[in-house]
């Protein structure tokens, strides 16, 4: 009887390390109670870039994932970016013939630091690829579509070039798109007439031409399409930064798994069945944080808690989430760096607040849990519940308030 996969936290934030410093570091880093992390080279690490990458300028780079020494980090992840920085065009063959060289040579550099795979941040943090509304007058939602099918097709290919085995995450897949699937939604308190409860690709192609990121589900299906036989995708759900009962966490892996399938065409369905895996993420600042970067945190239950109950609700989280995940869940900081204190003095980067006291007791808790097949112990209704209340009532003062006007 084959063994499922072994549930596995890793760690992504504001803190990203580059190659050098995790090279330096690892040994400290390896005290933290992850099993790897997502990281990123210093400059080329946009999967859109045009400019034509050279062994030369990524040597340094290269040079530093080679030498790093994992241990305990079993699983590590070298970050590709979404944002359309240098106006690729889907229907420049000459600019498409430049990426395709630059991720076969970063495929290279994942290889060379051993990495399980290849996160690619589909959001983009700059000029955005995937939108379809009034970017291609003359052509159709369907013609665009079919060109960046082929393209996403050509960038699988040259990424698994040097890894035909690679784990390729993804923040969010087809789950993203929920409200275009034949989801019933039964669930819901109230009927939602605006959703698609049965398959209709003409309402479905409409749904998606006007959405945000509506260009990545056809990209996404021709990776999925050219994926060899050993890669495999993670949805890695970033929703779930939301979550605050199982509920949440069991209802949206039905959603990664099987409502998603709407989404692919027929012959690809099982492909998609079997090499996608659910994933889970795990938000920080919106569960357990005391120091808010955004204004919308305020509007958090935690914001409203105790410190003990944050921990719980911390620790609720990061146990249900890899209660529910197939293999991966990525704990995602904004407002502490979990490698300060192994940084040597003067190399310090990212954000300058340390792991804060039972953060890291919180996850170790959750998964030893998980680990010895234990429950949780406790549940986080009364809390969250009562955290809610108050979001409300601030929502309700802030709309009162001369200054919201």
Known sequence: MQKRPKKKLIEFGWDVPSPEFVRDHIRGMETRPFDGLIFRTKEYNHAFDTRPWTEAVFKPDMEALAAIKWGLFTDNFLTLYAANNWKMNWFDDAQWRVIEANMRLFSKAAKAGKCVGICFDNEPYGDDP??????????SFDEVSAKVR???AQFMRALESSMPEAKVLHFFQLSYY??????????????????????????????????????????????LEAAGPDVTFIDGNEFAYYYDSPDDFFRHYHQMK??????????????HFERVQAGNAVYYDILAADKWGHSFNKFVPSNFMTMDERLRYLEHNVYWSLFTTDEYVWFYSENM????????????YGPQI??????????????????????????????????????????????????SS
Request: aromatic fraction near 10%; charge should be positive.
């Open 130 to 139: 995937w939108v379809f509304t009034d970017r291609f007058p003359g052509k």
């Open 150 to 152: 082929a393209r996403g």
């Open 178 to 223: 929920g409200d275009t699937t034949e989801e019933t939604h039964n669930y819901r308190k109230e009927p939602r007439p605006d959703l698609l409860n049965e398959p209709d690709p003409a309402r479905r192609n409409e749904q998606l031409s006007t959405r945000w990121l509506a260009l990545f589900e056809p990209f996404f299906i021709g990776m």
């Open 258 to 271: 099987m409502s998603a399938l709407t989404l692919v065409p027929e012959p690809l369905r099982r492909k």
């Open 337 to 348: 760096n979990w490698w300060k204190a192994v940084a040597a003095p003067g190399k310090e």
């Open 354 to 403: 340390d792991v804060p006291a039972g953060i890291g007791e919180a996850v170790v808790s959750a998964r030893t849990k998980i680990k010895h097949g234990q429950p949780l112990g406790f549940d986080v209704t009364e809390p969250v519940a009562r955290g809610w209340k108050k979001v409300d009532e601030a929502y309700r003062a802030q709309a009162r308030s001369p200054l």
